[in-house]
């Protein structure tokens, strides 16, 4: 098993700027994909962005030019700063661990991002 561990949300106003943790641990593998994933009410699942053990990165049009993922691969730990928040950024972020094959899967319990004035 891995454990995802999330921390970073919150409540900030329309431009402003936040950054998610989201660290990995347990029976962790390599060449793993870690990454960012949205979820607004009534909207499905998204990807935000994401990031492999080689450092190769991979973003939502929404957010290019805005968002940047990060990854220390010492601490198994992946980072998004979120810069130029929208109101329609608001959604429940979720960190995804898995392997290149998509056969070994996990995601994290979800962080709440609220862009509000």
């Known amino acids: 098993q891995v454990q995802l561990v999330e921390s970073g949300g919150g409540l900030v106003q329309p431009g402003g700027s936040l950054r998610l943790s989201c660290a990995a641990s347990g029976n962790l593998f390599s060449a793993a994909v870690m990454g960012w994933y949205r979820q607004a009410p009534g909207k499905q699942r998204e990807l935000v962005a994401d990031?492999?053990?080689?450092?190769?990165?991979n973003y939502a049009d929404s957010v290019k030019g805005r968002f940047t993922i990060s990854g220390d691969n010492a601490k198994n730990t992946v980072y998004l700063q979120m810069n130029s928040l929208k109101p329609e950024d608001t959604a429940i972020y979720y960190c995804?661990?898995?392997?290149?094959?998509?056969?070994?899967?996990?995601w994290g319990q979800g962080t709440q991002v609220t862009v509000s004035s």
């Open positions: 995804r661990y898995r392997s290149r094959s998509y056969l070994r899967d996990y």
């Open positions: 990031i492999n053990t080689g450092g190769s990165t």
